[in-house]
């Protein structure tokens, strides 16, 4: 054979096999209104960046026919590109390949991937299309799980990973994602669940859909699974461009500096803050009006609304905000805001990005159900995060911090670098109404006129503790500041701030409340 | 998101009183209500297999009531004190949902 045709031969083998499970299959991929997996990682990646390895991987199972079948790419796409000019590692389930199930081989491509990603410091993203274990393959699927699962965990805080829900990913496949950093979901087409709907009506009688029980919504809004949630695949990996923007590589570097720019809000900060202290505003506004061209990348926006994480730039330096939302639920913390909040301060501290608070919060959410739900282990999560995080930390208190809230917070007392307020700040051990029955109880029980004595007390407990100042006396907060100087106190610590090191005592690790 | 067509509501933290909006999981939490003692609830969701009293008996603590199959397992549900049977309120064979009341007891 010469050599020209034996490279006719490899072109002819490689069409056959980048044709995943054939013309039918992707035709019906095609009318789920998915894309197949090579046209998801040609839409994500830098264009024409892809390099795919492992195209000649064959499975090696015999039993219940499975020697007669030929799965191309043993349905899964690898490989190496680039997003945003920069390295990444990716792969792709093909749904066209019997049903994007997972065997031993399909899960050795991947883990393949995956010690690449570690190696070369790089973010690693996955696209989970797939029916679940390849039951032919037995042992032999649940060992691929595994194998991939311990990767997950060996590169958590050292690499960023994401997952990107396109497809149903049920059963012990939904652990993957669960163990990286960011899930992206795509509504109608992501599926997640550990138990399906058959087996749970079956066995307990209970009738719900799949999109019911973890269709994206779900798991945008109620189990806090997911952390973008969007309407189509495009807007799907637009997302996730825009957030590896906010990302270094790995743990060693730094997130890449941009072009600074000012905010594009115009108007007085001090106009978002309603005068009465119990009326809301959206605290999104407020974190607009600071970053540079007034952007900001929320993660989990319908999850726990009442507290809003997400990444923004300062001074064209990558910063992640953590900020009370007065508009939900007060801005109250419980489980899950505790939760949400907790999670992104400690990724936002194994990746190097100074963290911001924005603190306006009454205290914690009262009930029963809070309580029984462990909002005590859960609630722990928030101190932990904050005290065990050595990158910059900033608090700017907008309003109400009483109580534990206050302490929860990014405090000076877990090892916040600045704590500035504004002179509308109420730090207090807890909100004037409560403090005023408490301390005053005498005086209002007795008094002729109980609602206008209680009424003076109030307002004699807030001229007195409900301030800024009694805490600045004490060196808690650095400065009392005005609204409209925020941004520049912003830019001058985390400027001051970039070479921060802050030693940790010597640990195998901590055991923080999960 | 559609937060202008939502009412403000009126959340008490503490003692102070707060407008805001309510999360949809906020507003999909049920009540909580005191469980009464005298009353025998479902543990799970299954299928009554058997009774093994009557309306009227006087049951010893810890004799069996009846058998709740879920699960794949006959759970054996057992009277908590000693006393009466006054009602039965599920009967053999029938499926029931989670927390439906079985049997009311009386001390």
């Known amino acids: 054979m010469s050599l020209e045709k034996e490279i006719s031969f490899l072109k002819e083998e490689k069409a056959i096999l980048q044709k995943g499970g054939g013309e039918a299959a992707i035709e019906k991929q095609v009318a789920m209104g998915k894309m197949t997996a090579r046209e998801r990682i040609a839409a994500l990646l830098d264009k024409e960046s892809f390099c795919e390895y492992d195209l000649f991987v064959k499975h090696e199972v015999h039993d219940f026919g499975m020697d007669k079948k030929d799965l191309p790419c043993d349905g899964v796409v690898t490989g190496t590109g680039t997003i945003n000019g920069k390295p990444v590692c990716i792969y792709a389930q093909d749904f066209t390949v019997m049903g994007g199930s997972l065997g031993l081989m399909h899960a050795r491509k991947i883990t393949k991937i995956m010690d690449h990603a570690l190696k070369m410091q790089i973010p690693c993203i996955g696209i989970n299309d797939s029916g679940g274990a390849r039951i032919q393959e037995g042992v032999g699927a649940l060992a691929g799980y595994g194998e991939i699962f311990y990767r997950n965990t060996m590169a958590s805080g050292v690499i960023p990973q994401i997952s990107v829900i396109l497809g149903p990913c049920a059963g012990g496949a939904v652990y993957s994602p669960a163990l990286t950093d960011f899930v992206f979901v795509v509504e109608n087409i992501s599926k997640m669940f550990i138990t399906g709907p058959a087996v749970i009506e079956t066995v307990l009688g209970e009738k719900i859909s799949q999109e019911e029980l973890g269709g994206a919504r779900v798991h945008a809004e109620i189990t806090g699974n997911a952390h973008f949630y969007s309407m189509n695949e495009k807007d799907c990996f637009d997302q996730i461009r825009t957030l590896l923007s906010y990302l270094p590589s790995n743990n060693t570097k730094k997130p890449d500096e941009t072009k600074v720019m000012a905010p594009t809000f115009k108007g007085k900060l001090e106009d978002f803050i309603p005068a009465d202290p119990k009326q809301p505003y959206d605290v999104r506004d407020i974190i607009k009006a600071i970053t540079d061209g007034s952007e900001f990348f929320e993660i989990q926006e319908l999850f726990a609304r009442n507290i809003v994480i997400g990444f923004g730039r300062i001074n064209g330096q990558s910063v992640g905000f953590v900020a009370n939302q007065p508009l939900y639920l007060a801005g109250v913390l419980d489980c899950d805001s505790a939760d949400k909040a907790a999670r992104f301060i400690r990724f936002c501290d194994a990746f190097n990005i100074p963290i911001v608070t924005l603190e306006d919060m009454p205290g914690y959410l009262p009930g029963v159900d809070q309580e029984h739900a462990g909002v005590i282990r859960h609630g722990a999560k928030v101190f932990y995060a904050y005290s065990e995080a050595t990158v910059t930390k900033i608090t700017v208190i907008l309003r109400k911090a009483y109580g534990g809230g206050y302490i929860a917070m990014n405090s000076r007392h877990l090892g916040a670098d600045f704590v500035f307020a504004w002179p509308c700040a109420e730090i207090a051990v807890m909100g004037p109404d409560g403090a005023a029955n408490i301390i005053f109880s005498k005086e209002i029980k007795d008094a002729e006129d109980l609602e206008a004595m209680r009424k003076e007390k109030i307002q004699e407990y807030k001229d007195k503790f409900a301030n800024p100042y009694v805490a600045a006396a004490r060196g808690f907060i650095d400065s009392v500041i005005e609204p409209s100087q925020t941004r520049a106190m912003l830019i001058h610590t985390l400027t001051i701030s970039k070479d921060k090191t802050e030693v940790r005592p010597t640990k195998k690790h901590g055991l923080p409340p999960f | ?107």
């Open chain 2, 1 to 107: 998101m559609s937060e202008e067509k939502q009412e403000l509501v009126d959340l008490t933290i503490e003692e102070g009183t707060y407008k805001t909006l309510l999360t949809e999981k906020f507003k999909m939490k049920k009540k909580y209500e005191p469980k009464n003692t005298d009353h025998v609830y479902s543990i799970i969701p299954g299928t009554v297999l058997k009774f093994f009293v009557k309306e009227g008996d006087t049951v010893k603590a810890g004799s069996p009531l009846l058998i709740l199959e879920a699960m794949k397992m006959e759970n054996i549900i057992k009277m908590p004190f000693d006393g009466k049977i006054r009602k039965i309120l599920v009967s053999e064979g029938v499926r029931i949902a989670k927390d439906t009341l079985m049997v009311e007891l009386d001390k």
